[in-house]
Nanobody, 115 residues
Framework: QVRLVESGGGLVQPGGSLKLSCAVSDNIFNFNAISWYRQAPGKERDFVASINVGGRMDYSDPVKGRFIISRDNAKNMVYLQMNSLKSEDSAVYYC?????????WGQGTQVTVSS
């Protein structure tokens, strides 16, 4: 069974930065893509960023230019560097790995942006 474990969340002031980590229990090249999603209270889970097996990176419009997704192939880790954080970035952030018709999700890590 594939496991994904997120870490790095916390409380940060507006304008600050956080770096999230996603540890994948399998070789990340076994998946089509590793993605970050987020879900705020009372809202749907939204796409944030992804990196596919070829290294292509995609971002949602709200985070483009502020967030950077990266990976460490040797460690099977995927990261999300979040800069210039805003209150609207507050949410639980989830890591997702997908291959063919299968999706694997982590348990999430809370990010709160508040002064």
């Amino acid at each position: 069974q594939v496991r994904l474990v997120e870490s790095g969340g916390g409380l940060v002031q507006p304008g600050g930065s956080l770096k999230l980590s996603c540890a994948v229990s399998d070789n990340i090249f076994n998946f089509n893509a590793i993605s970050w999603y987020r879900q705020a209270p009372g809202k749907e889970r939204d796409f944030v960023a992804s990196i596919n097996v070829g290294g292509r990176m995609d971002y949602s419009d709200p985070v483009k230019g502020r967030f950077i997704i990266s990976r460490d192939n040797a460690k099977n880790m995927v990261y999300l560097q979040m800069n210039s954080l805003k209150s609207e970035d507050s949410a639980v952030y989830y890591c997702r790995a997908n291959v063919l018709a299968r999706d694997y999700w982590g348990q999430g890590t809370q990010v709160t942006v508040s002064s």
